[in-house]
């Protein structure tokens, strides 16, 4: 009998904790408040810690410039911000996100315009990416979510094709490949999340914004400043920004973390990769899509349900597994075009703006139903992973599938 209907769970005890933290990194903090002591100084933000930071993660990346600032949201504000783009102008946004990367574009007086996913994927396709661009777009943000990376070859042809700017939302995607090459790397600029849920954190909130571009890095930093006049002759600030900066605590925990981060990649892949091989034999779940050259790390793991082989509909499956024990979340349908604050345009008062800005000359009634986007969070669910699951954790989420699908199987 299934524990949703009162038999016993596969799972009986909870899931191993992450432990994100350590000593290691409590240490680096402790050492950070022992020279502050030892001086009588303090410690703030551009110091030491932040700069080797930013040199580590850009090392990370193969190389190029990083800006550390204070979270995933800010990463892509300041990532846009340094883009200097005209209010009016249309951005492109990915179909499936966190309100965070997408509501920048909006408070920057630009349009978002969310393009559809690729059928089966949380991400961006390049048809649907196509679909969306008009004479008024000037830049494109492409999200890798779930740590799957988008299929990035056909969209940045098509970027440069029309010399569209594009920004890599990473957040979730922390050393995830498309290709050998690095997410965040690809495109204009990268931005990443660096908040206690990610893959490696700077404590409880932090972002970094990444590019190959030193001009770019220059905008993105004076940005993130309130327009100071780094790498300028100016004596006052030059552009308008925010105070978006990172610090040198939130660096110190970083770099901590950024050296455990490749091992941490392998462990979650050994437990992904594990319960694909598990999934290969079954009839009514499989391994959701990835583009082809995707190396993936996973932030969840995405499980498609083949609705037309199982007698009830995906929420119910998901959530007899999840009354298993085991760690599902049985839809992820955050699709920018269907939240309140877009579809009110709900930004600046009850103007409409940026949609009513005389500089937009665009569609202003313009609606995105992302019916693949929809399709795909109504045919998916999501199994929480980690690096710390070991061989007994893959055992009881196949076990736990297997016992639904034999109960719901057509």
Request: contains cysteine; proline residues 6%.
């Amino acid at each position: 009998m299934l524990a949703i209907e009162g038999g016993e769970k596969v799972r009986k005890t909870p899931f191993p904790p992450r432990r994100l933290f350590g000593e290691e990194e409590k240490q680096a903090a402790v050492a950070l408040f022992d020279r502050a002591i030892e001086t009588g100084g303090v410690f703030g933000y551009g110091g030491p810690e932040e700069q080797a930071y930013e040199q580590e993660f850009a090392v990370f990346l193969g190389g190029g410039y990083a800006d550390l600032v204070n979270s995933g949201t800010a990463s892509v504000y300041t990532a846009l911000g340094a883009l200097q783009l005209d209010a009016g102008s249309e951005v492109v946004a990915p179909p499936i996100t966190d309100p965070g990367g997408v509501m920048p574009v909006a408070l920057l007086g630009c349009i978002p315009m969310v393009a559809d996913a690729h059928p089966g994927s949380y991400n961006m396709g390049p048809d649907e990416l196509q679909a969306v661009l008009t004479p008024h777009t000037r830049a494109i943000i492409v999200a890798h979510i779930a740590g799957e990376p988008a299929d990035m070859d056909p969209i940045l042809e098509i970027a440069r094709s029309r010399n569209l700017p594009v920004i890599e939302d990473c957040a979730q995607a922390h050393g995830a490949r498309y290709k050998g090459r690095p997410v965040g790397t690809m495109g204009d600029l990268g931005a990443f999340s660096t908040m206690s849920g990610k893959h490696h954190a700077t404590g409880a909130q932090g972002g970094v914004v990444f590019t190959k571009d030193e001009d770019l890095y220059w905008r993105a930093k004076r940005f993130s400043d309130r327009g100071k006049p780094f790498n300028t002759d100016s004596p006052t600030n030059v552009v308008a920004g925010l105070n978006l900066n990172g610090s040198d605590l939130a660096a110190a925990i970083g770099r901590v973390q950024l050296r455990r981060l490749p091992d941490m990649l392998v462990r979650r892949r050994r437990v992904v990769n594990a319960i694909h091989e598990g999934l290969a034999g079954m009839v009514a779940v499989s391994a959701a899509w990835e583009p082809k050259g995707a190396e993936s790390v996973y932030w969840f793991l995405r499980i498609r349900a083949h609705v037309d082989r199982i007698k009830v509909d995906k929420n119910t499956f998901a959530k007899a597994v999840a009354a298993e024990g085991i760690p599902v979340n049985a839809t992820y349908r955050h699709i920018p075009s269907e939240a309140k604050w877009f579809r009110e345009r709900n930004v600046f008062g009850k103007s409409g703006y940026p949609w009513t800005c005389d500089l937009y000359k665009g569609d202003r009634n313009a609606t995105f139903p992302c019916p693949n986007a929809a399709e795909a969070a109504e045919t998916h669910f999501n199994i929480s992973v980690h690096e710390n699951y070991g061989e007994q954790e893959v055992r009881d989420i196949l076990e736990a599938l297997r016992k639904v699908e034999k109960a719901y199987l057509k």
